[in-house]
């Protein structure tokens, strides 16, 4: 087994890994920690053979933690939150990966896998985990639903988002140069895009948000022309009145 196969399995793998756990708890991941965390697993992975005391489940766990830092936080519990959403990726990753091994001819002997996993197994693998984020997208979005509030969808730079969402009737938010509405909506991770000073006042002051520009903004199955506006915190995500279109307002929808 050449030990450059070993890392770029493993590189891959945990890529895969973290795109999922990334879905799971709707974040979007960097791609630069994504590729340099992915490379450092399938270093270690590879250390693995020469240093045994790596392979402990401790160290296991110690290195997990580590991976986790590569998802996007912005506090300890969503630190931890990303770090749970990692371990149920890897779990999940490593059930399929057993379970194509076994189906394909692998033994096990003593609690481990035998076989070396066919080109074919891995190609299986890669393929149902990257349709996994956009499956754990969707159940998020119903689970949503499921608790009364609206589902917005928010698609930007290739990245789908779910939120919470409901229609503020005192919000009149709207882009001073285009006019366009604008919805505010806790999306801490894409804060480096929203660069479209939005200015507000409330009763606690005034002051500005930054938006920006999405490829696509959904509210339930309604295409919205509006701009999204990132707030300092963690809120149900504020829908102005204007932003529906008329013909649902009229046609008396629960959006109004």
């Not at 998802?71 to 959403?85: E, M, N, R, T, V």
Request: with cysteine.
């Amino acid at each position: 087994m050449y030990i450059e196969l070993v890392v770029l399995d493993n590189a891959v793998m945990d890529a895969l890994i973290l795109r999922l756990a990334a879905a799971m708890g709707g974040k979007r991941p960097r791609h630069w920690k994504t590729v340099l965390f992915s490379l450092l697993g399938g270093g270690y992975a590879a250390c693995g053979f020469f240093w045994p005391e790596l392979t402990t489940p401790l160290m296991k766990l110690i290195t997990g933690l580590l991976m986790a830092l590569a998802l996007p936080f912005d506090s300890f519990k969503s630190y931890l939150h990303g770090a749970i959403c990692l371990f149920l990726s890897a779990f999940l990753a490593g059930g399929l990966t057993l379970c194509a091994a076994l189906c394909l001819g692998g033994t096990m002997s003593s609690g481990a896998l035998i076989a070396p996993l066919s080109l074919r197994t891995a190609l299986l693998i890669a393929l149902a985990l990257s349709f996994a984020p956009n499956l754990v997208r969707r159940m998020r979005g119903r689970r949503i639903q499921a608790q009364g509030a609206l589902a917005l969808t928010v698609k930007v730079q290739g990245h789908t988002y779910m939120l919470p969402a409901m229609v503020d009737s005192g919000s009149a938010l709207r882009e001073p140069l285009s006019g366009k509405p604008v919805i505010a909506a806790y999306l801490p991770e894409l804060s480096e895009i929203a660069h479209i000073p939005v200015p507000y006042a409330t009763v606690d002051g005034s002051g500005f948000l930054y938006a920006f520009q999405a490829e696509e903004v959904r509210l339930m199955d309604t295409e919205l022309d509006a701009l999204v506006a990132l707030t300092p915190r963690s809120v149900t995500a504020l829908v102005p009145p204007d932003a529906i279109p008329e013909q649902l307002i009229a046609g008396g929808e629960k959006y109004a």
